[in-house]
């Protein structure tokens, strides 16, 4: 996105990396959780923040349907808007990074370009992928917010709904940090595939 001010410069702060670490027992990152609707992405991420900050490291769930409902309300769902909706997500996870806290991004985030940008906006291995993989009738099954059920049914009258996975695309990671099967998986055990990811890249300083 092109930047229109131009009377802006960046300030810098006085408050180094490692004094951020030293003082929150982080080595922050952005932990992005991306996956079909109903795959168990944000229950993954809020017991995932449980156990951080129960552990002493801050740690913080951006959702994508909270920041639908405040930052990014003016947003619909076309392709366009999609990528602004991560974009900003995106940002706001840099800087919830940069301040030491560990950022755990729950959005379904369809498109590989619009995931590989945020990791081009942090240092190499700041950013974490993970993949919460489940299949479409599984998700199907689940559906806790009864998008699948409507968007079969708008289908069916001819008025697509551009639900991702149904009559809208989802670019699955190719080479995600960390691969969830939640057909498979417990959410306990996803957050420990999670947590040990974190530990071995020294991301958590115990």
């Known amino acids: 996105m092109t930047i229109k001010a131009t009377n802006i410069i ?15 027992g982080n080595r922050p990152c952005i932990v992005w959780l991306t996956g079909l609707s109903g795959c168990g992405k944000s229950t993954i991420a809020m017991s995932l923040e449980h156990q951080l900050v129960a552990s002493g490291h801050p740690a913080y769930v951006l959702d994508g349907d909270n920041l639908r409902h405040g930052l990014n309300r003016d947003l619909g769902f076309s392709p366009e808007e999609r990528a602004e909706n991560i974009r900003r ?8 990074a940069d301040a030491g806290v560990i950022a755990l991004c729950s959005f379904i985030s369809p498109y590989a370009a619009d995931r590989d940008a945020i990791r081009a906006m942090v240092e190499p291995g700041q ?7 489940a299949p479409l009738n599984i998700c199907e099954q689940r559906d806790p917010k009864g ?3 409507k968007a079969r049914a708008a289908i ?19 080479h995600p940090e960390i691969h969830l099967h939640t057909a498979s998986q417990s959410v306990e055990e996803c957050v420990k595939s999670i947590l040990a990811y974190l530990r071995r890249e020294s991301r958590l300083v115990d």
Do not use: I, Q, S
Request: glycine share 8%; proline share 8%; charged share 30%.
């Open 10 to 24: 960046r300030h810098a702060g006085k408050v180094a990396p490692d004094e951020r670490t030293a003082a929150t």
């Open 89 to 96: 997500a995106g940002e706001v996870a840099r800087l919830f």
């Open 127 to 133: 950013f974490v992928e993970v993949f919460v993989d």
């Open 147 to 149: 998008l699948y059920k």
């Open 156 to 174: 069916a009258e001819g008025r697509p709904l551009m639900l991702t996975g149904v009559d809208a695309p989802y670019e699955a990671p190719r």
